[in-house]
């Protein structure tokens, strides 16, 4: 059974991440860490801090969260950067399906996931899975998404 964003908020996501991870060791016996451990782990680092510097400027944003995407070029880097990482891992259809259901909770606008799915048609899905073919997203992948979107709005 996957977990949906839908039922939880940003702190609540938050805090179901918080309890999957082990705390970081970087200490020589900490071989076991992969590089997307790593990078997964900056990840949550960088929501918690933008989570933090929200709150201490009031409150969380109000939804959705990204209502347009930037027009900076920083912008775009993040833009393929996310979508080649739900491509990646999900496939296509999945990523579709996940951006109209950040549409569906309020992460995204209608305009914001429009713009997001157009910018797949530059992506090729051809040799980017092995045997197994695309994987479902699961609690780790959209918290990640949400990171995503967080530096996006922050544009």
């Avoid at 997964?40 to 709150?55: A, D, H, N, V």
């Avoid at 990204?66 to 993040?78: D, H, M, Q």
């Avoid at 951006?99 to 914001?112: F, I, K, Q």
């Amino acid at each position: 059974m996957t977990i949906k964003p839908a039922n939880y908020d940003l702190r609540e996501l938050r805090r179901m991440a918080d309890e999957d991870e082990s705390p970081l060791d970087c200490s020589a016996g900490d071989e076991e860490r992969t590089a997307e451990d790593f990078f997964r782990l900056g990840q949550r680092e960088e929501l918690m801090k933008l989570q933090t510097r929200l709150l201490a400027a009031g409150s969380l944003p109000d939804k959705p969260y990204l209502s347009l995407l930037p027009s900076r070029y920083g912008a775009e880097v993040i833009v393929f950067e996310w979508l080649d990482f739900l491509i990646e891992k999900a496939g296509f259809e999945n990523t579709a399906n996940a951006l109209s259901y950040y549409e569906d909770v309020g992460w995204l606008s209608e305009p914001a996931c429009d713009a997001l799915q157009s910018y797949m048609f530059g992506f090729s899905e051809i040799d980017r899975f092995g045997s197994d073919g695309p994987n479902d997203l699961d609690t780790n992948d959209h918290v990640l998404s949400l990171v995503y979107i967080a530096r996006l709005a922050s544009l």
